[in-house]
């Protein structure tokens, strides 16, 4: 079975799927994020960077999602190739980052991809507010997120909402994080346990 945590920027996608994977007895699959080379030239200039950083993240989730389906184990994954493909290069292309000539190559090398593997039995959404990913971004302390505008953010944001709600034709269970601290309070995550019961459950019928 397959499972991945999808959010913007500092939703709690990482702490999650840590969580999860213990509560469960799942496999954790994280995104690189630290090892890719363009990430801080990213930040610096997006416009510059924006194909050769999402180039390297399609190349890096494509060949998880190869490894996820090799594989008998339950993987819960921190963020989806779709993620990268429907809110960040889609948000890139439409603050004027990338061009129309390397959208269509781009998305090209995606649906290529795509007729390779499937999609996640479940996708849990992790939806905040922009002042609660600041937070959570503030608190983390990436030297390289420090500079992430909150028009951006909420650029994501509104990505994110067309992409869960529009766009993704699996299977999504969306959690309000704004009010949750599932990291402290055992209640929160029980509250996301249960649901998570919920729809498991109904997977095996």
Known sequence: MHITIAGNIGSGKTTLTNMLAHHYGWKPQFESVINNPYLKDYYKDIHRWSLNLEIYFLKERFKDM??????????IQDRSIFEGVYVFVANNKSRGNMSETDFRTYMDLFHLMMSFTKEPDLMIY???SVPHLVSHIQMRGRDYEQSISLD???GLNERYEDFIYR??????????????????HPADFEFITQRID???????K
Do not use: P, S, W
């Open 66 to 75: 190869l490894e996820i389906g090799k594989t008998n184990e339950t993987i």
């Open 126 to 128: 992790l939806r905040a």
């Open 167 to 184: 766009q993704y034709k699996g299977r999504v269970l969306t959690i309000e994080v704004d009010n949750l601290d599932f990291l402290h």
């Open 198 to 204: 919920g729809l498991l459950f109904g997977l095996f």
């Open 152 to 154: 951006y953010l909420q």
